[in-house]
């Protein structure tokens, strides 16, 4: 988060944000669009979270 000039979240839009700035703007500065912006999953209820929603 500190490479990106972020700070901690304080309310869910915030986590949202971060995603979003981690899944297109190259975090770990490889040059290529392939770090996981937000990965969730609730088990044994049969639901999942979709973050295409979300962006």
Do not use: C, E, W, Y
């Not at 770990?28 to 669009?33: E, L, M, S, T």
């Not at 996981?36 to 295409?52: A, E, H």
Request: proline content about 5%.
């Amino acid at each position: 988060m500190k490479k990106l000039n972020l700070q901690a979240p304080k309310t869910m839009q915030d986590v949202l944000n971060i995603s979003h700035a981690f899944a297109t703007m190259d975090p770990d500065g490889n040059g290529k669009p392939d770090t996981i912006g937000l990965s969730l999953q609730k088990r044994n209820t049969g639901q999942r979270f979709r973050t295409d929603r979300l962006l």
